[in-house]
Nanobody
Framework: VQLQASGGGLVEPGGSLRLSCAAATEFTSGYYAEAWFRQAPGKGREFVAGIKWTGDSTYYSESVKGRFTISRDDSSNTVFLQMNSLKPEDTAVYYC????????????????WGQGTQVTVSS
């Protein structure tokens, strides 16, 4: 499955961004768990948020809980990450990932990855 992440950019602290991850047209998002990960300079990859393939469960890291929301639109095969109240420590490259019939949890076996989109939070 080919994934294309977009929506990153430069935003001031306290601002908002919405990331999108579009899948190839043959992909049926209703059968995949999707997740967002991020990697800051000099750090390892970190789970941010995930949604179960059934769409009825979501998971968030403690660092973003209450500020970020993951959602998806099956009609357009797109998963979104709405990021509010952004902080400088949210600065990273954000990646979307997918796993067939997955749970959307941090330790899922995600076998498809997007190319990443840069998010920079700075004044």
């Amino acid at each position: 499955v080919q994934l294309q992440a977009s929506g990153g950019g430069l935003v001031e602290p306290g601002g908002s961004l919405r990331l999108s991850c579009a899948a190839a047209t043959e992909f049926t998002s209703g059968y995949y768990a999707e997740a967002w990960f991020r990697q800051a300079p000099g750090k390892g990859r970190e789970f941010v948020a995930g949604i179960k393939w059934t769409g009825d469960s979501t998971y968030y890291s403690e660092s973003v809980k209450g500020r970020f929301t993951i959602s998806r639109d099956d009609s357009s095969n797109t998963v979104f990450l709405q990021m509010n109240s952004l902080k400088p420590e949210d600065t990273a490259v954000y990646y979307c990932a997918a796993q067939p019939l997955g749970s959307g949890t941090p330790h899922g076996r995600y076998n498809s990855w997007g190319q990443g989109t840069q998010v920079t939070v700075s004044s």
